[in-house]
Nanobody, 122 residues
Framework: QVQLVETGGGLVQAGGSLRLSCAASGRTFSNYVMAWFRQAPGKEREFVARVSWSGDSTYYVSSVKGRFTISRNNAKNTVWLQMNSLKPEDTAVYYC???????????????WGQGTQVTVSS
């Protein structure tokens, strides 16, 4: 089992920044690909970014590329999502997820956090 706890959400004005953190406990953190997903009201959960086991490879959905940065520290069992130049359309609940494969599909990730709300005002 892997337990994931997200923090760092909040209310920010458009153009602002937030940094989300996801602390993991349980099984060996470095064994998992880590990802961030988000879900806006009335919409399906969507992939945002992922980072490989060692942290040397990242992938982003096109809508956040150049604005968001995913990173991890295996010694601290933590993954972060730095979000800059935020837009109102970034408003959603953001979820941290752990999985075995480098995928953008929700079903590839077996462990999920409880989510943290990010609200971007215009």
């Amino acid at each position: 089992q892997v337990q994931l706890v997200e923090t760092g959400g909040g209310l920010v004005q458009a153009g602002g920044s937030l940094r989300l953190s996801c602390a993991a406990s349980g099984r060996t953190f470095s064994n998992y690909v880590m990802a961030w997903f988000r879900q806006a009201p009335g919409k399906e959960r969507e992939f945002v970014a992922r980072v490989s086991w060692s942290g040397d490879s990242t992938y982003y959905v096109s809508s956040v590329k150049g604005r968001f940065t995913i990173s991890r520290n295996n010694a601290k069992n933590t993954v972060w999502l730095q979000m800059n130049s935020l837009k109102p359309e970034d408003t959603a609940v953001y979820y941290c997820a752990a999985g075995d494969l480098t995928s953008r599909d929700t079903y590839s990730y077996g462990y999920w956090g409880q989510g943290t709300q990010v609200t971007v005002s215009s």
